[in-house]
């Protein structure tokens, strides 16, 4: 399988002078390609024997400050940032011949953050938060089931539920940032950003 990419190109002078204005163009038209759910993104993550893991995760708000979503801290992804916490977040956007990735260090949101954040989910997904203790074992389906039920009769649609002290965000600080542009004959566009310690510089990389 081969797909042929005939894209505009990607140039210097294009781009916004910082990434995260530039993320924001890319989002945009994702969004206006009508992408399914444009803010999944591969997260990557470093175990303490060096092996390497990925899930996808939604991104739920960015900034200057970096990007954030938010897990179980005791999920093998929470684990493994807390022993390691330099990341790779990956945004796929086949549908429009873009990809964006992201290298940098997670640190964890403040406990005010999580719980504004929190309080937007709805109702089922707060629950949900609570009766997964997640990439733990389960012994079955209907144990998770069960469980889920408990916490529905404890708190109906009305009730406050407050958010888990074991789940709350991250937020990325990027250090590289890298716009990818797929082009005709493989001679696809990557252009990084890159971190110093006044201001970001941008290369171009090889295809």
């Known amino acids: ?80 940032i807390e022993g390691n916490p330099w990341v790779s977040l990956l945004f796929p956007w086949h549908g429009i011949a873009r990809q964006v990735v992201v290298s940098g260090r997670a640190r964890r949101t403040g406990r005010a953050e999580t719980t504004a954040y929190f309080r937007t989910r709805p109702h089922g997904s707060q629950l949900g938060a609570w009766a997964s203790r997640q990439s733990s074992a389960v012994a079955s389906r209907e144990e998770l089931d069960e469980l889920y039920a408990s916490l ?35 001679l696809h566009d990557r252009l990084r950003y890159r971190r110093t310690d006044t201001a970001w510089t941008i290369e171009r990389l090889a295809p």
Do not use: C, I
Request: glycine share 10%; charged share 25%; net charge negative.
């Open 1 to 80: 399988m081969r797909a042929h990419y005939r894209h505009e190109g990607l140039r210097e002078a294009d781009l916004a002078p910082e990434p995260f204005e530039q993320f924001a163009h890319w989002f945009h038209d994702a969004e206006a390609a009508g992408l399914h759910e444009p803010n999944a993104m591969v997260l990557s993550t470093v175990g303490p024997e060096g092996r390497p893991g990925s899930r996808t995760v939604l991104l739920k708000a960015y900034d200057r400050a970096g990007f954030v979503f938010f897990t179980h801290y005791g999920s093998r992804k929470g684990r493994d």
């Open 152 to 186: 529905a009769a404890r708190y109906p649609e009305s009730a406050d539920v407050p958010a888990p002290p074991e789940w709350g965000g991250y937020r990325v600080a990027p250090e590289t940032v890298e716009f990818w542009q797929g082009r005709e004959n493989r």
